[in-house]
Nanobody, 122 residues
Framework: QVQLVESGGGLVQAGGSLSLSCAASKRTFSSLGWFRQAPGKEREFVAAINWSGGSTYYADSVKARFTISRDNAKNTINLQMNSLKPEDTAVYYC?????????????????WGQGTQVTVSS
């Protein structure tokens, strides 16, 4: 069983930046992703990264504003969020997948963190 712990959420003004981290208890997965869920909405894909090669995949809504990266030594992935908008407000979840191929489908992920709140004020 892999445990994922997110950190770094908070309150920021529109146009600002935040960095999220996700620490994994052990590396028995091949790719990781970030998802988010706003109140009253379905969980949506944000970004994913392949652990070995570092390939990345982004939702169109965050492309060019968010950057996903990995730290192999620390078993951690990060999400740098720039130019934040009020519509980015959500609980952000880290997820891990045993399969190497990147995916935007939440049902294809095997492990989930508890989430961290990101609030962007206008």
């Amino acid at each position: 069983q892999v445990q994922l712990v997110e950190s770094g959420g908070g309150l920021v003004q529109a146009g600002g930046s935040l960095s999220l981290s996700c620490a994994a208890s052990k590396r028995t997965f091949s790719s990781l992703g970030w998802f988010r869920q706003a109140p009253g909405k379905e969980r949506e894909f944000v970004a994913a990264i392949n652990w070995s090669g570092g390939s990345t995949y982004y939702a169109d809504s965050v492309k060019a504003r968010f950057t996903i990266s990995r730290d192999n030594a620390k078993n951690t992935i990060n999400l740098q969020m720039n130019s934040l908008k009020p519509e980015d407000t959500a609980v952000y979840y880290c997820a891990a997948r045993k399969i190497l191929a990147l995916s935007r489908e939440s049902y294809e992920y095997d492990y989930w963190g508890q989430g961290t709140q990101v609030t962007v004020s206008s």
